[in-house]
C-alpha cells in the first residue's frame, strides 16, 4: 500500500524559499502515475501547487507558476517542491498525494501534510 | 480556471440523516469530478471519484451522482464519523481545482 510523507522546514523567512520533499513508499515512483503537491492556509481551503511524471514532465498551477519548480528523484523514491519569493501568503499546510490520471482522475493517497509558516 | 460553488457551505445534521451536498461547475466538466473527506488536523481521504465511483473501503452510504456541471455527494444515514468538511474537485481540465468546503457538524 503506497504512502507518502512530507518533510522539510516548518519555518521559512520572508523572500526565501520554501523546500519540501515527499517520500514514497510502499510503491514506486516510477509507476503510471502523477505526483501532486496541494496546499492549505490555517482554516481555508485546498490549492493545487502542481504535479510531476517520473519522466519528469510537470505542470504547474499558473497563479504560482513563475515560483515553482516540483522534480523528482528516482533513486530515493522521493519527489521535491521548491516555491520561491515566499511571503505570509504561503504559510500553509502542504501535502503531496498520488495523482491518478487513468480509470477516473482522482488523488489518493495524501500524506499526512506538513505546516509551513513563512515569518521572520 | 474552473470555478466550482459548493452548497451549502455549512450543514448542521443529527446522526441517522440523509444529507446532500451540491457542487456546481462554473463550465462542464463531464464525469471528472472526485469528494473529499477532511477531518481537523487530517489530510483529505478520497470518497468518490469520476462524480459516481465509489472508492474501495468508503461505506456504502456515501453515494455520488451528477455530470456535466452539477453534482451531488449524499450520505444516506449519518454516522457519528462523517462530521467533517468535505471537499469536491474538477480534473476535467488544468489547474485542478477545489470547492470552497462544506463543513458538517452535529445538531
Known amino acids: 500500500q503506497v504512502q507518502l510523507q512530507e518533510s522539510g522546514p516548518g519555518l521559512v523567512k520572508p523572500s526565501g524559499t520554501l523546500s519540501l520533499t515527499c517520500a514514497v513508499s510502499g510503491g514506486s515512483i516510477s509507476s503510471s502515475n502523477w505526483w501532486s503537491w496541494v496546499r492549505q492556509p490555517p482554516g481555508k481551503g485546498l490549492e493545487w501547487i502542481g504535479e510531476?511524471?517520473?519522466?519528469?514532465?510537470?505542470n504547474y498551477n499558473p497563479s504560482l507558476k513563475s515560483r515553482v519548480t516540483i522534480s523528482v528523484d528516482k533513486s530515493k523514491n522521493q519527489f521535491s517542491l521548491k516555491l520561491s519569493s515566499v511571503t505570509a501568503a504561503d504559510t500553509a499546510v502542504y501535502y503531496c498525494?498520488?495523482?491518478?490520471?487513468?480509470?477516473?482522475?482522482?488523488?489518493?493517497?495524501w500524506g499526512q501534510g506538513t505546516l509551513v509558516t513563512v515569518s521572520s | 480556471d474552473i470555478q466550482l460553488t459548493q452548497s451549502p457551505s455549512f450543514l448542521s445534521a443529527s446522526v441517522g440523516d440523509r444529507v446532500t451536498i451540491t457542487c456546481r461547475a462554473s463550465?462542464?466538466?463531464?464525469?471528472?469530478l472526485a469528494w473529499y473527506q477532511q477531518k481537523p488536523g487530517k489530510a483529505p481521504k478520497l470518497l468518490i471519484y469520476?462524480?459516481?465511483t465509489l472508492q474501495s473501503g468508503v461505506p456504502s452510504r456515501f453515494s455520488g451522482s451528477g455530470s456535466g456541471t452539477e453534482f451531488t455527494l449524499t450520505i444516506s444515514s449519518l454516522q457519528p464519523e462523517d462530521f467533517a468538511t468535505y471537499y469536491c474537485?474538477?480534473?476535467?481540465?488544468?489547474?485542478?481545482?477545489f470547492g470552497q468546503g462544506t463543513r458538517l457538524e452535529i445538531k
Open positions: 498525494a498520488r495523482d491518478f490520471h487513468s480509470s477516473g482522475r482522482r488523488f489518493d493517497p
Open positions: 463550465q462542464g466538466i463531464s464525469s471528472y
Open positions: 474537485q474538477q480534473l476535467n481540465s488544468y489547474p485542478p481545482t
Open positions: 510531476i511524471y517520473h519522466s519528469g514532465s510537470t
Open positions: 469520476a462524480a459516481s
